[in-house]
């Protein structure tokens, strides 16, 4: 089955340690997207990637860092600049014509203690 | 800028009766509109679009949404609600010139019994 995976479910880090959280997809997607949720404040985009090797920052994309070397793969880095790093991670990807929906992970749930 | 308002917290209504939960959006020219639901400690998934067309969409599990440019609105809904449909409700637009979707704050749908 076709689909977006996240991985760790849970991840659990010191302060002031960067962490990495998978991203692969094997919809054949070039659009890939991270989000945080935070209870009450909805989603807000950190970073977002249309094309391989080129990526955009979102609205909070300040503390973190992405790469996409590969087109099924967009991880995402959670740096020690980032002052309140636990929250829920979702990465989602989306097909090429703009108004496809898109598909979401599962989640991976961060705690930074 | 693009914003999207879910004026409830949370929508509370008994199995067999029908439910709406409400969503408002502001963006320059036309908006395309997305409604998405959220299983807890799960991705989001995709409900339903409204793109161009006839003002009410139809979705997956029976719901439907209204779109009212007069009212910048576009309210969920489903007929006859079920306990099955307890979950957290996002409503997201895309404006004109903009390559991603802004997301509101949610809306907690609690169907009971």
């Known amino acids: 089955d076709g689909g977006i995976t996240q991985s760790p479910k849970y991840l659990f880090r010191k302060e002031g340690q960067n962490v990495t959280l998978s991203c692969e997809q094997n919809?054949?997607?070039?659009?890939m997207y991270w989000y945080r949720q935070d209870p009450g404040q909805g989603l807000r985009l950190i970073y977002y990637?249309?094309?391989?090797?080129?990526?955009q920052k979102g609205d909070i994309a300040e503390g973190y860092s992405v790469s996409r070397e590969k087109k099924e793969s967009f991880p995402l880095t959670v740096t020690s600049a980032q002052k309140n790093p636990t929250a829920f991670y979702l990465c989602a990807s989306r097909e090429e014509e703009t108004n496809s929906p898109l598909h979401f992970g599962n989640g991976t749930r961060l705690t930074v203690t | 800028a693009q914003s999207v308002a879910q004026p409830e917290d949370q929508v509370n209504v008994a199995e067999g009766n029908p439910l709406t939960v409400k969503c408002t959006y502001s963006?320059?020219?036309?908006?395309?509109l997305f409604w998405y639901v959220q299983y807890p400690n799960r991705g989001l998934q995709f409900l339903l679009k409204y793109i161009t067309g006839d003002n009410l969409v139809k979705g997956s599990y029976g719901f439907e949404a209204e779109f009212n440019k007069s009212q910048t609105s576009f309210h969920l809904k489903k007929p006859s609600a079920l306990v099955s449909d307890s979950a957290l409700y996002f409503c997201?637009?895309?404006?004109?010139?903009?390559?991603?979707?802004?997301f509101g704050k949610g809306t907690m749908l609690l169907v009971s019994p």
């Open positions: 963006v320059s020219g036309n908006p395309y």
């Open positions: 990637s249309q094309i391989v090797n080129d990526f």
């Open positions: 997201a637009v895309r404006g004109a010139g903009y390559s991603t979707l802004t």
């Open positions: 919809l054949n997607h070039d659009a």
